[in-house]
């Protein structure tokens, strides 16, 4: 399976690196566990350092080699001795240890693109849990935004940063093509970078997304042998309704399993 580009994981960072609403969730829920924490699809480690640093025994699984070299370094600059990074799918990972908090942060569970594919996510996840053991999943809800399938949405403007490590100034734009029926989004990101000369280059990335309804994700959980306890709208555990910005469901391994 081939990599990312070598500049996506600090562009992810330009994108997401600041952002740090999600980590008092994640810390409260990794405290009230007291036990290992493992997060899936760890990225670059912005949630997983911080978690670390606080003193919790730490592990993140990625698919990607370049986001998990980029996430080492990081996790040393910032003395995070205890995160444990491995190299690994989220459909099949093994890890050969069981964990009191489970987590997928900021859509990261979106990426698994059919039933079939969550399914087995779901299930490593149980056999990773201990038992009384929570995962908690971090999902946009699929009425969030409008569906509109056909043709490719209109190149929309997110934002324009300095790279840090270059100097080059970044523009990042997107457009989405939806496939209602399978409740997939194909986004395309274009990342055009402009150097000191006005030179420019253009990454792309493309990015396939699965949205899940609340009760197909109740189902998938149940097929897994875990018990939805509660399905939150925001990160201070608002009640999930039509208006929220996100689907945070969370969900226990029985004591008895």
């Given at each position: 399976?081939?990599?990312?580009?070598?500049?996506?994981?600090?562009?992810?960072?330009?994108?997401?690196?600041?952002?740090?609403?999600?980590?008092?969730?994640?810390?409260?829920?990794a405290?009230?566990?007291?036990?290992?924490?493992?997060?899936l699809?760890?990225?670059?480690?912005?949630?997983?350092?911080?978690?670390?640093?606080?003193?919790?025994?730490?592990?993140g699984i990625?698919?990607?080699?370049?986001?998990?070299?980029r996430?080492?370094s990081?996790?040393?600059?910032a003395?995070?001795?205890?995160?444990h990074?491995?190299?690994g799918?989220?459909?099949?990972?093994?890890?050969?240890?069981?964990?009191?908090?489970?987590?997928?942060?900021?859509?990261?569970?979106?990426?698994?693109?059919?039933?079939?594919?969550?399914?087995?996510?779901?299930?490593?996840?149980?056999?990773?849990?201990?038992?009384?053991?929570?995962?908690?999943?971090?999902?946009?809800?699929?009425?969030?935004?409008?569906?509109?399938t056909?043709?490719?949405?209109?190149?929309?403007?997110?934002?324009?940063?300095?790279?840090?490590?270059?100097?080059?100034?970044?523009?990042?734009?997107?457009?989405?093509?939806?496939?209602?029926?399978?409740q997939?989004?194909h986004?395309?990101n274009?990342?055009?970078?402009?150097d000191?000369?006005?030179?420019?280059?253009?990454?792309?990335?493309?990015?396939?997304?699965r949205?899940?309804?609340?009760?197909?994700?109740?189902?998938?959980?149940r097929?897994?042998?875990?018990?939805?306890?509660?399905?939150?709208?925001?990160?201070d555990?608002?009640?999930?309704d039509?208006?929220?910005?996100?689907?945070?469901?969370?969900?226990?391994?029985?004591?008895?399993?």
């Amino acid at each position: 399976m081939s990599d990312i580009h070598p500049l996506l994981p600090e562009l992810f960072d330009l994108d997401f690196g600041d952002f740090a609403d999600d980590v008092p969730l994640y810390e409260n829920f990794a405290s009230a566990a007291d036990a290992a924490v493992l997060e899936l699809g760890v990225g670059t480690g912005r949630v997983a350092i911080a978690l670390a640093k606080s003193g919790l025994d730490v592990w993140g699984i990625d698919n990607s080699g370049a986001m998990l070299e980029r996430a080492t370094s990081k996790a040393e600059q910032a003395g995070a001795g205890n995160l444990h990074l491995e190299q690994g799918d989220m459909r099949t990972f093994k890890l050969g240890q069981t964990f009191g908090l489970v987590f997928a942060g900021l859509g990261a569970f979106h990426h698994l693109l059919s039933s079939d594919e969550q399914t087995a996510c779901l299930r490593c996840v149980s056999d990773h849990l201990s038992p009384g053991g929570l995962f908690v999943c971090d999902l946009r809800p699929i009425f969030h935004d409008s569906w509109e399938t056909g043709n490719s949405t209109p190149l929309v403007h997110d934002w324009t940063r300095i790279l840090p490590s270059t100097g080059e100034t970044v523009t990042k734009t997107r457009t989405v093509r939806s496939d209602a029926a399978g409740q997939i989004r194909h986004q395309t990101n274009f990342y055009d970078l402009v150097d000191a000369d006005g030179a420019v280059r253009r990454i792309v990335e493309e990015v396939d997304l699965r949205f899940t309804t609340r009760y197909e994700m109740e189902g998938l959980l149940r097929d897994a042998t875990l018990e939805l306890e509660h399905v939150y709208g925001d990160y201070d555990l608002a009640p999930f309704d039509e208006a929220s910005e996100y689907m945070i469901t969370v969900a226990r391994k029985p004591e008895d399993s």
